[in-house]
């Protein structure tokens, strides 16, 4: 195999490779949290430490169940709350005023995706690592008819491995053959299988 060959073989293996190691991958979490959304403006909150995905998020699927209509307004006169990734004071949230998308029985479920924001807070989670806490904070502002509560919740995440990780793991993989292969040619020299090099 001349140089030439050699190196668009390579080239060829590296594409592939990149190309394997940068798909998007969905990571669904369902959560059991379950309780009274307070009216009046006190909040109910959860959060959970989350591990195990890609480093980059492409987007988020967002699902919050409710045990009826009562407060799902979809204004700042209901129902309102904060999906948040991290613990930090300045860690990136997303702020929501639900309203039901879809029923099952006498439960409604609202149902979003994040997807293209910046990351910043207030404007979503694209290209942040989800591998941390995630907090979900819901508050009634509304002081009047019948307290709504959660059933659950859950979140489908988008990630791929950060292009940094999947560029030291093709060059890893490279490295590897590149060795293998010298040690094959060694091993067929030493057995005089083949003319050493020049």
């Keep these: 195999m001349n140089k030439h060959t050699k190196l668009a073989f390579l080239s060829s293996l590296l594409a592939g490779l990149s190309s394997l190691c940068t798909h998007a991958a969905v990571y669904p979490y369902t959560f059991t949290d379950a309780g009274a959304i ?54 990136p949230y997303v702020s929501f005023y639900p309203t039901a998308t879809s029923s099952s029985g006498s439960q409604r479920i609202y149902d979003m995706t994040f997807s293209g924001s910046s990351g910043s807070p207030g404007t979503g989670f694209t290209g942040l690592d989800p591998n941390s806490t995630w907090s979900l904070a ?6 009047g008819g019948i307290e709504n509560g959660l059933a659950g919740w859950s979140l489908n995440v988008t990630a791929v491995p950060e292009p940094v990780n999947v560029a030291l793991g093709v060059f890893a993989v490279v490295a590897l053959l590149v060795q293998g292969g010298r040690a094959w040619r060694h091993r067929r020299q030493a057995n005089g299988r083949i003319a050493p090099l020049p």
């Excluded at 980059?56 to 709350?81: K, P, V």
């Excluded at 819901?138 to 002081?143: A, E, I, V």
């Design 38 to 91: 307070p009216q009046g403006g006190t909040a109910f909150s959860v959060e959970h430490l989350l591990g195990g995905m890609g480093s980059s998020i492409t987007s988020i699927e967002f699902i919050l169940t409710f045990n009826s209509s009562a407060s799902l307004s979809g204004t700042g006169s209901g129902i309102q709350g904060l999906l948040t990734l991290g613990t930090d004071t300045g860690s």
């Design 138 to 143: 819901l508050w009634d502002t509304s002081t």
